[in-house]
T-cell receptor
Framework: KNEVEQSPQNLTAQEGEFITINCSYSVGISALHWLQQHPGGGIVSLFM???GKKKHGRLIATINIQEKHSSLHITASHPRDSAVYIC??????????FGTGTRLQVFP | DTGVSQDPRHKITKRGQNVTFRCDPISEHNRLYWYRQTLGQGPEFLTY????????KSRLLSDRFSAERPKGSFSTLEIQRTEQGDSAMYLCASSTYNSPLHFGNGTRLTVT
């Protein structure tokens, strides 16, 4: 069993739809990271959160430490949101363990 | 702040050759990470430095892989006697304590 699991693996949406990506983890953590990777592009950190909710523009990330679950929401999705979204948690020292990612495609 | 830079962006090499990649982290970041990513997969941890000390190395890393971070600034990752299975994107990231990771654009290695 992977320490970090994401769902769904692939997601397609029409422009304007509300998107939810889920992440579950099995280890105790101090914080959880959400990252974005565009095709052929580098990885960009979106959020690092240890409790509650954070919002940045159309992106919202929530975490429930007790349930070991986090969600990433995208409101009013746009084709430029098409990317791979990756959840990651620190393990042991400070290395991050990554989920396999959720590939999102938003069509106009 | 120019971000994390990696060099080269692409490397094509023949099986059995040695390759070396370089990572320059953000200057005030004391933590530096190397990850490997293959198509369709999330990044896989390779090794981690805090300043010049290599604190952890993945069990997945064979003896052909070695990383250094002299003086706690830039880091190099060397792969000796490359194999086709080493073909991947090699990612470097840096951070300070409890801060988001900043990733470089990666070095894509192709072993023919």
């Amino acid at each position: 069993k992977n320490e970090v699991e994401q769902s769904p693996q692939n997601l397609t949406a029409q422009e304007g739809e509300f998107i939810t990506i889920n992440c579950s983890y099995s280890v105790g953590i101090s914080a959880l990271h959400w990252l974005q990777q565009h095709p052929g592009g580098g990885i960009v950190s979106l959020f690092m959160l240890s409790s509650g909710k954070k919002k940045h523009g159309r992106l919202i990330a929530t975490i429930n430490i007790q349930e070991k679950h986090s969600s990433l929401h995208i409101t009013a999705s746009h084709p430029r949101d098409s990317a791979v979204y990756i959840c990651a948690v620190p393990y042991n020292t400070d290395k991050l363990i990554f989920g396999t990612g959720t590939r999102l495609q938003v069509f106009p | 702040d120019t971000g994390v830079s990696q060099d080269p962006r692409h490397k094509i090499t023949k099986r059995g050759q040695n390759v070396t990649f370089r990572c320059d982290p953000i200057s005030e970041h004391n933590r530096l990470y190397w990850y490997r990513q293959t198509l369709g997969q999330g990044p896989e941890f390779l090794t981690y430095f805090q300043n010049e000390a290599q604190l952890e190395k993945s069990r997945l890393l064979s003896d052909r892989f070695s990383a250094e971070r002299p003086k706690g600034s830039f880091s190099t990752l060397e792969i000796q006697r490359t194999e086709q299975g080493d073909s991947a994107m090699y990612l470097c990231a840096s951070s300070t304590y409890n801060s988001p990771l900043h990733f470089g654009n990666g070095t894509r290695l192709t072993v023919t």
